[in-house]
């Protein structure tokens, strides 16, 4: 059975930093992928980062430059580190995971930037 638990949300004034991470019990090579959405109110989900198992990433063009997507193969987590953050990155953020026939999400945890 797969489980996501993400941690690291908070409150935290603009052009600050958190990280999230994304905890698997097993073994995060059995995905092809995993990442990150995130939904603010009122709005629809959208894919904030992407890391393949072949480490290759993908970032939404609103956060480029601020945030960062990695592995911890050892620990079986994947980390979005965010910096520089802005009112507008509030929601709250979703860990997925891919495989080719199944995805899987995590409870989801919220990120606050006040201005």
């Known amino acids: 059975q797969v489980q996501l638990v993400e941690s690291g949300g908070g409150l935290v004034q603009a052009g600050g930093s958190l990280r999230l991470s994304c905890a698997h019990s097993?073994?995060?090579?059995?995905?092809?992928?995993m990442g990150w959405y995130r939904q603010a109110p009122g709005k629809q989900r959208e894919m904030v980062a992407r890391i393949t198992r072949a480490g290759n990433t993908y970032y939404v063009d609103s956060v480029k430059g601020r945030f960062t997507i990695s592995r911890d193969n050892a620990k079986n987590t994947v980390n979005l580190q965010m910096n520089r953050l802005i009112p507008e990155d509030t929601a709250v953020y979703y860990c997925?995971?891919?495989?080719?026939?199944?995805?899987?999400w995590g409870q989801g945890t919220q990120v606050t930037v006040s201005s």
């Open positions: 097993g073994s995060i090579f059995t995905f092809n992928a």
């Open positions: 997925y995971a891919e495989r080719v026939d199944s995805e899987y």
